[in-house]
């Protein structure tokens, strides 16, 4: 593949657009989809929580989501306006219902009032955080005292044998992880590294191996 059809791949995963992204949206929320039920569940979501998403993607698995508990609200942010837009026809009912709510943002500043939600969970977005610090900090300040930040992503190991993640790309490895971690004021609750099989570009069954990095304020 040139290079050029590889940065316009990384282009599609940080940010879909067009009739592509489309498609790209229905790939990822497929390859993701069993990454992004770990993380919800290990975010022990319990009845009337409000619960925010970091870059949903096409938001395919909320549905799965509203399963756990009674009377949830969910929020998704994401950087595409697409994405933004597909969530919101995906999930209409629940829009219609007032449960849940998309919006766009910057993928800097979050934007809503400090200490508003009780869980809030990101999938396969570290990679593209511009400022990760920063970020942290943004997360913690909106979260509510004793709340839980799920953080999931697939390992460096596997990710850097994908040739479109050379560009604009940060991998991480989950001690780069948790050393960027230190540096805000969560604490880590508990880390866990599984394999899981996932289908490649090619349509061949490839291991995987992702992280889930559970946080509490």
Not at 32 to 56: F, V
Not at 135 to 148: A, C, D, M
Not at 187 to 210: A, N, P
Request: aromatic share 12%; with cysteine; proline share 2%.
């Amino acid at each position: 593949m040139k290079q050029e059809e590889l940065q316009a791949i990384a282009s599609q995963l940080k940010h879909p657009s067009g009739e592509k992204g489309i498609e790209m949206g229905n790939m990822m929320n497929e390859t993701n989809i069993n990454m992004t039920k770990h993380s919800i569940q290990n975010l022990n979501i319990s009845n009337e929580n409000r619960i925010l998403e970091l870059g949903h993607g096409n938001a395919g698995h909320v549905a799965f989501m509203f399963e756990q508990a009674e009377k949830l609200k969910y929020y998704g942010l994401e950087m595409s306006e697409l994405m933004f837009q597909e969530a919101r026809q995906i999930n209409r009912n629940f829009v219609s219902q007032k449960q849940a709510f998309f919006s766009l943002y910057d993928g800097n500043t979050i934007p809503f009032e400090a200490e508003l939600f009780d869980k809030i969970f990101t999938v396969n977005t570290i990679y593209f955080w511009q400022k990760p610090e920063e970020l942290l900090s943004e997360i913690y300040r909106i979260l509510k005292p004793n709340g839980t930040f799920c953080l999931t992503f697939a390992e460096e190991d596997f990710m850097k044998k994908l040739p479109f993640t050379q560009f604009e790309f940060e991998l991480y490895s989950t001690e780069k992880a948790q050393e960027l971690i230190k540096k805000s004021d969560f604490k880590i609750v508990y880390t866990e590294t599984q394999t899981e099989k996932v289908k490649s570009k090619t349509r061949e069954l490839v291991d995987r191996g992702f992280t889930t990095i559970v946080l509490e304020k």
